[in-house]
């Protein structure tokens, strides 16, 4: 009896464990995915000389994240973008030109990166030289 009991509380922490290692993995390949759209949208403003104007435009339109939702993208050139950047806990705008992120784990997201509900979001910040968790964005 008293081996499965000791059996049964080595399960239940790997399987915490095992959540946690598979989230990690789900971030990183977001942040990997980031990378390379955002290379490529770099590459389309230079040939272009403006961002597109939707993932579609550069091949990414069906794109989905690690938790299966499509990555979210916002021109930040246009009169549309204005005003609809994300934002720090200063609510200084985290990019120049355009807005590419992940709603994470919760699917859920806002504006500033304070709420509880974009800590989990994989944002590109400061054009591109941050790539990763909301959570871990220090601005």
Not at 53 to 80: E, H
Not at 86 to 103: G, I, V
């Amino acid at each position: 009896m008293l081996g499965l009991a000791i059996i049964a509380v080595l399960a239940t922490v790997a399987t915490g464990k095992y959540k946690d290692y598979r989230e990690r993995v789900r971030v990183m390949q977001a942040v990997a995915d980031i990378g390379g759209m955002q290379t490529t949208i770099s590459q389309y403003s230079l040939d272009n000389r403006s961002p597109p104007n939707s993932l579609a435009d550069v091949g990414f339109g069906s794109k989905l994240d690690p938790w299966g939702r499509p990555y979210q993208y916002l021109d930040l050139t246009t009169i549309k973008g204005k005003g609809k950047s994300r934002r720090d806990k200063f609510l200084n705008p985290l990019n120049t030109e355009f807005d590419l992120y992940s709603l994470g784990k919760d699917g859920q997201t806002q504006t500033s990166l304070v709420p509880n509900v974009s800590r989990d979001d994989v944002v590109r910040a400061r054009d591109g030289r941050f790539i990763g968790l909301a959570s871990d964005f220090d601005p």
